[in-house]
């Protein structure tokens, strides 16, 4: 095993400094343009809901259930084309195995904790072929799917960095005839800086 840093540790750990310096100058940094949503996981939806609620002022509502994920979600509004989703393990969808990692890894969490985040790009394919180009692993593109309460089904495809461990973001294409979910999602909520 290799003591090097890869480049991906190095720009992560690049773009971490920077924020400090602006911080450390009294500036705030800016937000990425490609945002789309910010994952806060918890082992019980209706906990994050009010936790979150307690904390903000706002109540998220619920978005809906990850088909096949084991988990379902409520979301919040942070601005146009941003969202907070809080993610959880949805307890009608019982099991383990592909697809469900991450609900396993939800019921582990005590406290609601940020998880990762997303970046949307019109052009997962092109995305994927520039990461392969520049010698950065990805994982297989995932189909995803939730199925919102009033019956509508959301659709995306979205892209993961290979061991990333959660700093850099993954990436999600939203299907042409979705919402996106900071169109009708709880609005009351803006995100300042992000870093």
């Known amino acids: 095993m290799s003591s090097g840093i890869s480049r991906r540790w190095f720009l992560a750990l690049a773009a971490t400094l920077a924020a400090r310096r602006s911080f450390a ?21 209706d906990h994050g ?92 593109p995932l189909d995803g799917s939730r199925a919102r309460p009033d019956g509508k089904t959301l659709r995306w495809k979205s892209l993961n960095l290979k061991e990333d461990f959660g700093v850099l973001p993954f990436f999600i294409e939203w299907s042409r005839d979705s919402v996106h979910p900071s169109q009708d999602a709880p609005s009351g909520c803006q995100l300042k800086c992000f870093s």
């Open 49 to 140: 809901i009010a936790w979150l609620e307690e904390r903000s002022g706002v109540r998220a509502v619920v978005g809906g259930v990850h088909p096949g994920r084991g988990t379902w979600n409520a979301l919040l509004t942070l601005g146009p084309r941003r969202y907070l989703e809080i993610i959880a393990p949805d307890p009608k969808q019982t099991g383990s195995g592909p697809g469900q990692e991450r609900a396993e890894m939800l019921r582990s969490v005590h406290e609601p904790r940020l998880i990762g985040w997303a970046a949307h790009t019109e052009d997962l394919a092109g995305l994927m072929k520039k990461a392969a180009d520049s010698g950065i692993a990805t994982e297989t």
């Open 25 to 45: 100058a009294g500036e705030m940094p800016d937000i990425p343009a490609n945002l789309d949503h910010i994952l806060l996981g918890v082992s019980d939806l």
